[in-house]
């Protein structure tokens, strides 16, 4: 049974930084496990849909970013024999940023929210003026 579970979300001021963790285990319907993986960091505001943030391949390689984080925002993963961890520093925070931050999983290089079947319950991000 795969699980993700997000954590490292709350409440800080214009300017500061959050680390948000997701770890994944299990083995999923196909019998992958999870560090096989593409992770990937997705956001949702309140009356907005949900969007991509942030993504990182199984081998911790390769990264993309959506324009509105880079250069503020950075994933990382660690792989452990089943289990994976996986990181987004966030700097320099802006109002602009707070929503439910979401980790997902999928075996392919994609970047669209419904093309992720794995989630976790996600961790709430809110950053004040």
């Known amino acids: 049974q795969v699980q993700l579970v997000e954590s490292g979300g709350g409440l800080v001021q214009a300017g500061g930084s959050l680390n948000l963790s997701c770890a994944g285990s299990?083995?999923?319907?196909?019998?992958?496990?999870?560090?096989?993986?593409?992770m990937g960091w997705f956001r949702q505001a309140p009356g907005k849909e949900r969007e991509f943030v942030a993504r990182?391949?199984?081998?911790?390689?390769?990264?993309?970013?959506a324009d509105s984080v880079k250069g503020r925002f950075t994933i990382s993963r660690d792989n452990a024999e089943n289990t994976v961890t996986v990181h987004l520093q966030m700097n320099r925070l802006k109002p602009d940023d707070t929503a439910v931050y979401y980790c997902?999983?999928?075996?392919?290089?994609?970047?669209?929210?419904?093309?992720?079947?794995?989630w976790g319950q996600g961790t709430q991000v809110t950053v004040s003026s």
């Open positions: 997902a999983a999928n075996p392919l290089w994609r970047d669209r929210p419904d093309e992720f079947a794995l």
């Open positions: 299990g083995r999923t319907f196909n019998r992958y496990y999870m560090t096989s993986y593409v």
């Open positions: 990182i391949d199984s081998g911790g390689r390769m990264t993309s970013y």
